[in-house]
Each structure stands twice: as structure tokens, then as C-alpha cells.
């Protein structure tokens, strides 16, 4: 079978923005998360619904990209060409990780002071490769898969989204498919309306990898199922009103407290299941138009995925940092803002010098 491709296709540039929109925000919270002590105090109530925005994301362009090319593309073409989009920036994350752990040691993660630093880097290679670590093997103290940097715990999701894309679900009929997101949605309103939110994924544990299969098959597959089943139509505005809407549902405070948790739960199902297939649906019905949003856009598109896998080695020094001196919002301004301006810088530096330079000759050695 040939696997030579096409040039790829246009990029849908309000996709690419709202995905920027909603790495911002990834980052915005984890910066505020630093101050509460638990999900019933958070600042930005919603910021975490970004991953699950991520995936339905994902679903819809995926379906785009690679829907028409089976016919002349091969499984390991497929995979190469994932890989080359996703890995490089695993890899960096979590040397970024290893080269700021030891930064990070405050009465907030008591292990690191203790770890050897050929363990570490033990934990670093197995990070690169995406071999999640259990619970009780954790070096830093808070029990997460990919102890280095957090967030690679939604790419080990999304490598399996791939995966079950490539073998089962491009294969779909959109009835079938139709039966899949209906029992998907099934089981985001069981997590959500029990657990009072969809919140877990990040541990190697049976109770997370519930929450991340969770968090994963509706938005993918409601996305895939849109870029095949509905029309697309014409929006104006539709960049504006889709990052507005996008905004608003993940800067919503949390409702119902401890003593209804089915309130947040409802709130968060009706997010997942209906207000995130409405953005992506309002995204790719919009034409940008002038040099400056369209410039936007492009820059929110290519920080997004490096903005979101370098944020939390920073994050973990700032939230040790916290911790250590007490100091409230009001008190910590200016490192906020010193935080928040260093890591999208870092950012940029990182797409524009590593990141798209390394995909490119990726790309070209490995046709």
C-alpha cells in the first residue's frame, strides 16, 4: 500500500486559536491553583474542563486529517505521522521536569530532597516514553503517572485515542459511532453526577483510569461524529463568540458545594456533552478574516501544545513557593504575572526554535 501523502490540509485557524484560548487557561489555573486546598475552593472553578475541550478538539480534526487518506495510507504511516506530532514535546517536557525537580523542594512535596538523581533520570527516560509509573513509586509526593510533568498523563489518553482511532474507529459507520457516543455520555453523566465532577486521570490507578477513559472516549468520539455527521454552516464572528463561550464555561465558579455534588455534575456533563461539540461546531463554521486575527490564531494554534506540556514544571516551583511563604493572591502579583509572562514566553522560544524545527526534519528524514 502507498503511504506517500498530499500536502496536508488547511488547518481550521479558529480550531487552532480556540485551542491557544484554551491552553492559556490550562495555565491561568494551575497559577491559581496554587492557592486553595481543594476542588470546592478553586479560582478558576472550570479550568480543568480544558483537557476534556482538548479531546473533543482532537476528535473533530483528526477525523478531518485522516478520514479520506486510508485508502492510500498505511498504519504506520498513521502512527508516524502522530508520532512526530505529538512526541517531540513529551520528550521536552519531561527534561524541562528533570532539569527544574530538584528546584521544586518544599514541605509541600516531601519526597524530593530524598531522590537519588540517577533515579530521577530513571523517571525522566520512562517519562519520554510514556510509561506511566504506579501510585505508590511516585518521587515527588502527589502519586502521578508522569512525576516529572503532570500533564503527559492526557497525552497517554490521547496515544490511546489514536490507537483505538486507527484500529477501530475510523472503521465506524456513523450509526455504530452514534452508539458509542451515546454510551460514552452514558458514562461521563455516571462519573460526573456521583463524583460531583470529572476531575482524575493523572494517577496510575483503577479510580483514575476510569476517570481518564471518561474524560476521553465522549468529547473524541462526539467530536469524530461531528466532523462526519453535521453540516457545517456559515458563522459570523464565530472565532469571537466561541472563545467566549469557551471562556465563560470554564471561569463558572463551582456550584452545589460539598453537600450537592450533583449540581457541579450536571453543570459539567452539560458542558461536556453539549457546550464543547457547540464550540467546536461554531470554530469550524467561522472564516477568520483580517491579518491580525488571523495572525492571533496562528499564534494561540502553535504555543498551545507546548504552552500546555512545559506549564507545570514551572507551576511545581511556584506551588512550592506558595506553600512554603503563605502568601495570598493579593501578596504574590508580581510573581504571578513573572510566572504567567516566563512560561509563554518559554513557550514561543520552545515552538519556534524546537518544537516546529524538529517536526519539520522529522518529517523530512522519515518519508
Known amino acids: 500500500m502507498k503511504t506517500d501523502l498530499p500536502a496536508s490540509k488547511p488547518h481550521y485557524e479558529i480550531l487552532d486559536g480556540l485551542r491557544g484560548v484554551a491552553a492559556v487557561m490550562v495555565l491561568v489555573y494551575h497559577i491559581f491553583e496554587a492557592f486553595v486546598i481543594d476542588r470546592f475552593g478553586l479560582i478558576i472553578g472550570h479550568g480543568y474542563l480544558a483537557v476534556d475541550f482538548f479531546y473533543a478538539l482532537s476528535g473533530f480534526v483528526i477525523g478531518y486529517a485522516y478520514d ?9 504511516a498513521f502512527f508516524k505521522r502522530r508520532f512526530i506530532r505529538l512526541h517531540p514535546m513529551v520528550v521536552f517536557g519531561m527534561i524541562l521536569g528533570a532539569v527544574l525537580f530538584y528546584f521544586g523542594d518544599s514541605a509541600i512535596f516531601p519526597k524530593i530532597h530524598e531522590v537519588p538523581v540517577l533515579k530521577m533520570l530513571l523517571y525522566m527516560a520512562l517519562g519520554m516514553l510514556l510509561i506511566p509509573v504506579p501510585a505508590k513509586y511516585d518521587i515527588r509526593g502527589w502519586e502521578e503517572m508522569y512525576t516529572l510533568d503532570a500533564p503527559c498523563w492526557s497525552l497517554f489518553f490521547e496515544y490511546i485515542a489514536n490507537i483505538l482511532y486507527a484500529l477501530l474507529f475510523k472503521r465506524l459507520s456513523k450509526v455504530f459511532l452514534s452508539a458509542f457516543v451515546i454510551l460514552a455520555a452514558g458514562s461521563t453523566l455516571y462519573l460526573t453526577l456521583t463524583q460531583g465532577d470529572v476531575i482524575g486521570g493523572w494517577v496510575f490507578d483503577g479510580k483514575h483510569l476510569y476517570a481518564g477513559f471518561t474524560r476521553l472516549l465522549y468529547p473524541f468520539l462526539a467530536g469524530l461524529l461531528l466532523y462526519r455527521a453535521v453540516k457545517i454552516v456559515k458563522i459570523k464572528h464565530a472565532f469571537f463568540w466561541s472563545s467566549l463561550l469557551l471562556l465563560a464555561v470554564l471561569l463558572a465558579p463551582r456550584i452545589g458545594g460539598r453537600e450537592n455534588l450533583w449540581m457541579n455534575g450536571l453543570y459539567e456533563s452539560f458542558v461536556i456533552l453539549i457546550v464543547f461539540p457547540l464550540i467546536v461546531f461554531m470554530g469550524a463554521s467561522g472564516v477568520v478574516k483580517g491579518k491580525f486575527a488571523s495572525g492571533l490564531c496562528k499564534f494561540l494554534g502553535d504555543i498551545s501544545y507546548p504552552l500546555y506540556l512545559i506549564n507545570y514544571p514551572i507551576i511545581y516551583i511556584f506551588i512550592g513557593w506558595v506553600s512554603d511563604t503563605k502568601h495570598t493572591v493579593a501578596e504574590s502579583v508580581w510573581v504571578i504575572l513573572l510566572v504567567f509572562f516566563t512560561t509563554m514566553t518559554l513557550s514561543y522560544l520552545v515552538t519556534k526554535f ?13 518519508k
Do not use: H
Not at 487518506?69 to 504506520?76: E, F, V, Y
Open 68 to 76: 479520506e487518506r486510508w485508502q492510500r495510507m498505511s498504519l504506520g
Open 354 to 366: 524546537y518544537d516546529i524545527p524538529l517536526r519539520k526534519w522529522l518529517t523530512k528524514i522519515w
